[in-house]
């Protein structure tokens, strides 16, 4: 019996076998110059045409002295040659705390139970994003996984969005062939489908280039800012005509192009998101062909990068979403100093740019303006008022160190349309760099008006008519009425298929006139027909405004 493994302890033992003599080898190769052939190994029984460098590796930091030293000391020893090609390096995972995830501290959440709760790509995604994918020490804190979650949500309720406008057209509208809504032939002319197929194709070539140069940490981000505009810029601001109120034309081409744009990018995330990807590539084609489909994994996908994107209209929709935020940040401002309501419609909109940027200000995008900041009338100036651009001195002492005061003189220096127009470059270390927004801060000449709120960010002057009449008040009314209804049916379980009635009493409206009068505004707004009668008789909902309150019901008509 052997009680001790260690050498001094079995050196002597002997085992005989079938005649023959078994002993401990004197010296044997260290693990480490197993694990050092690596690149010879994979090729299995054809080692002898291996050849270095590697096209890749991956270990963490920890193994500089260990394998990535003993792969290279092997390779150049055999080849003379390096062992890899590209190599990333991870660094180390910690417990939130700061210390090693340790069973004894037990300072971690055991892997299983993150899976179960989060799900093996968020888990994916997190990680990705984590300065761990670029050798540096990071700690895993399980509540960032939910932040993470909270951030992809949006895409699944995008697909199950889809789903309902497909059985929207189904059940309620027999004009539209409803195989034009997942043809890949079909192309929508309409400029803001046009944003986001750009937008799409601008995601796949981004993500494409992160992998290329292994700058993996990049490529969430990228994935998250193209989910937060899919979801809140482009299916927030499409509704109407995703819904099927604005048109044939338009329900065609935004469904049609929702569905490609999902297909597309289920693709582009099926490498990050696996699981996830190929669960909602089979949920859209179940959605198209029913019970019929058979399982084809999305992981057999091959993809082209034979796409672009127009980088114009872009820059237009980015333009008009920066306006769209400024303006709801400013509501804020008017109701804290003016006491005027957020939600109260604001008649005219007057927004001062340099000349400049006449060309990316496309006016077809005005009507997702006027309707997101509840707009009546907007108009644009140019040059207007005075641009004035300032130097940003702590990004340009990080860059350029000794020569920062010569960066400084020269934007000072330079035209505004030069370097609005990326003209302006900056020789330094052996490259030309443009001097680009990074470096400089714009901004506009204040401006005053009567009757008017000025707001000022960046390039932007935007005045903001402060009056408010009975007729405004009406709208705001009407609107904040609609936003009821809209929550009451999500209560009721009302899909958008579902045609519904506003019955109002008429024993509680303070004026029957005023809402006779906006009666045919308001069906437009709703969508529904609006019915008054003398008094309501079953259970009913209040709808309060001020000092009123007005009993109304919504029926379904059949």
């Not at 994916?124 to 996984?145: C, G, I, K, M």
Request: overall charge neutral; some cysteine.
């Amino acid at each position: 019996m052997v009680n001790n493994l260690h050498r001094e302890h079995i050196d002597d033992i002997i085992i005989i076998n079938d005649g023959k003599e078994y002993k401990r080898i004197d010296a044997v190769f260290d693990c480490w110059y197993e694990s050092g052939m690596a690149g010879i190994a994979k090729e299995g029984k054809k080692c002898r045409e291996a050849s270095y460098p590697v096209d890749f590796i991956a270990e963490s930091l920890d193994q500089t002295r260990g394998w990535f030293y003993t792969l290279n000391v092997l390779s150049t020893a055999l080849y003379n040659k390096p062992a890899f090609k590209k190599v990333i390096v991870s660094g180390l995972i910690l417990a939130s705390d700061g210390m090693k995830m340790s069973k004894r501290l037990n300072n971690y959440t055991p892997p299983e139970e993150i899976l179960q709760k989060y799900g093996a790509d968020v888990l994916r995604l997190y990680l990705l994003s984590s300065p761990a994918t670029q050798a540096q020490e990071f700690r895993f804190v399980d509540n960032d996984l939910l932040i993470f979650t909270k951030k992809i949500l949006p895409y699944f309720h995008a697909h199950k969005m889809l789903y309902e406008c497909f059985e929207n057209i189904k059940r309620t509208n027999r004009i539209i062939d409803v195989t034009q809504l997942n043809s890949s032939d079909y192309l929508s002319k309409d400029k803001f489908d046009l944003w986001i197929i750009s937008l799409t194709n601008k995601l796949q070539l981004d993500i494409d280039e992160s992998i290329k140069k292994l700058e993996l940490y990049k490529i969430p981000d990228c994935i998250l800012r193209y989910i937060d505009s899919l979801t809140n810029v482009w299916v927030k601001f499409s509704r109407d005509r995703l819904k099927d109120n604005c048109g044939i034309e338009d329900t065609i081409n935004s469904v049609n192009t929702l569905y490609k744009i999902l297909n597309q990018v289920n693709i582009v995330l099926s490498p990050f998101m696996p699981f996830n990807t190929d669960l909602l590539y089979h949920y859209l084609k179940w959605m198209v062909n029913g019970n019929t489909v058979e399982f084809n994994s999305i992981h057999l996908i091959t993809s082209t990068n034979n796409i672009n994107y127009n980088s114009d209209i872009i820059e237009s929709v980015d333009n008009v979403y920066q306006i769209i935020e400024i303006v709801r940040n400013a509501r804020q401002d008017m109701r804290d100093k003016l006491n005027r309501p957020t939600n109260s419609p604001i008649r005219n909109m007057e927004v001062y740019l340099p000349g400049i940027y006449k060309d990316g200000i496309d006016l077809y995008f005005d009507k997702y303006i006027k309707d997101q900041c509840n707009i009546e009338n907007l108009t644009y100036i140019y040059d207007g008022v005075k641009c004035n651009i300032e130097p940003n001195k702590g990004t340009i002492g990080k860059k350029f160190k000794r020569n920062s005061k010569d960066v400084i003189k020269l934007i000072k220096s330079s035209k505004i349309e030069d370097i609005l127009e990326n003209k302006v470059y900056y020789h330094f270390n052996d490259e030309d760099i443009l001097i680009n927004s990074e470096f400089y801060k714009l901004s506009s000449s204040k401006m005053e008006k009567e009757n008017f709120f000025t707001v000022e960010s960046g390039i932007y002057l935007i005045l903001l008519d402060t009056t408010l009449d009975n007729e405004l008040i009406w709208k705001m009314k009407l609107a904040l009425w609609k936003r009821e209804i809209q929550e009451l049916r999500k209560k009721l379980n009302y899909q958008i298929w579902d045609k519904l009635e506003l019955v109002v009493d008429e024993t509680t409206l303070e004026s029957k006139e005023n809402l006779t009068k906006w009666k045919e505004y308001f069906e437009t707004m709703l969508n529904s027909k609006v019915r008054i009668v003398n008094k309501l008789n079953e259970k009913s909902y209040e709808f309060k405004f001020e000092d009123d309150t007005i009993k109304y019901n919504l029926n379904e008509l059949i």
